[in-house]
C-alpha cells in the first residue's frame, strides 16, 4: 500500500528563520516524491520532485527536499523564510506503472514579520 | 495563457441539480485526472483517463462521471448534487517521462456548493 503523511497541519515561523516542512511515505515500490505549493485561492504550483537521481533535491524559491529512504522522508526545507511563502503545501507520492499521486493532507505554512 | 483552464471558476447550485465541470488542456498531455479538495483531506482523486479511450475510477468515483471528448477536454458531471460534494474541484494533466517521473500540472480550480 501506499501512503503519504505529512506529520504537522498547521507550522508557524517567522521571517528569516529556518522553515522546515516533514513528510514521510511508505510504498512497496520506488517511487517519485513530490512537493506542491498552493497560495490561497490558487491552484497547486510544483516546488520541486525527486526522480530517483539525486537525493538532495532543489526547487524554485529556494527551497529543497532531501530523499532519505532509510527514513522514508521528503521533508521541505528553505534556510530562511519570506513572507511570500505562507501557502499550504503537499507532499505527493507517485509510484512509476501505476500512474496514480498520493497526496498527503497538507500543512499549512504561516509566516510571521 | 494557461496550460490548464476549468470553467466555471465558481458555481453555486442546489441539491438535486445536474452539475458539469470542463477542463481544457493545451499542453498536448495524454493523461488527465479529475480531484477534490476538502480541508484537512488534501486530494483525492475521483476519476482518470491516460487516453481518450480509457477512463478509470479513483478512490472517491460514486456520484460522479466523466467524459474524455477529445484529448485536450475531460469534464466531470455530478448527476445529482448533494450539499457533502460541496468542494474545490481541480483537473490536471500529466505526461510520463522516460525516467518514469511524472509531474502534473493543475488547472486553477473550480469552487462548487451545493445548497
Known amino acids: 500500500a501506499q501512503s503519504v503523511t505529512q506529520l504537522d497541519s498547521h507550522v508557524s515561523v517567522s521571517e528569516g528563520t529556518p522553515v522546515l516542512l516533514r513528510c514521510n511515505y511508505s510504498?512497496?515500490?520506488?517511487?517519485?516524491l513530490f512537493w506542491y505549493v498552493q497560495h490561497p485561492n490558487k491552484g497547486l504550483q510544483l516546488l520541486l520532485k525527486?526522480?530517483?537521481?539525486?537525493?538532495l533535491v532543489k526547487g524554485i524559491n529556494g527551497f529543497e527536499a532531501e530523499f532519505k529512504k532509510s527514513e522514508t522522508s521528503f521533508h521541505l526545507t528553505k534556510p530562511s523564510a519570506h513572507m511570500s511563502d505562507a501557502a499550504e503545501y503537499f507532499c505527493?507520492?507517485?509510484?512509476?506503472?501505476?500512474?496514480?499521486?498520493?497526496f498527503g493532507s497538507g500543512t499549512k505554512l504561516n509566516v510571521k514579520p | 495563457d494557461a496550460d490548464v483552464t476549468q470553467t466555471p471558476r465558481n458555481r453555486i447550485t442546489k441539491t438535486g441539480k445536474r452539475i458539469m465541470l470542463e477542463c481544457s488542456q493545451t499542453?498536448?498531455?495524454?493523461?488527465m485526472y479529475w480531484y477534490r479538495q476538502d480541508p484537512g483531506l488534501g486530494l483525492r482523486l475521483i476519476y482518470y483517463?491516460?487516453?481518450?479511450?480509457?477512463?478509470n475510477k479513483g478512490e472517491i468515483s460514486d456520484g460522479y462521471s466523466v467524459s474524455r471528448q477529445a484529448q485536450a477536454k475531460f469534464s466531470l458531471s455530478l448527476e445529482s448534487a448533494i450539499p457533502n460534494q460541496t468542494a474545490l474541484y481541480f483537473c490536471?494533466?500529466?505526461?510520463?517521462?522516460?525516467?518514469?517521473?511524472?509531474?502534473?500540472?493543475f488547472g486553477p480550480g473550480t469552487r462548487l456548493t451545493v445548497l
Open positions: 490536471a494533466t500529466s505526461d510520463p517521462q522516460g525516467s518514469g517521473t511524472d509531474t502534473q500540472y
Open positions: 510504498s512497496s515500490y520506488s517511487p517519485s
Open positions: 525527486y526522480t530517483s537521481a539525486a537525493t
Open positions: 505527493v507520492v507517485s509510484l512509476y506503472n501505476f500512474n496514480k499521486f498520493y
Open positions: 499542453k498536448g498531455h495524454d493523461r
Open positions: 483517463s491516460f487516453d481518450v479511450k480509457d477512463i
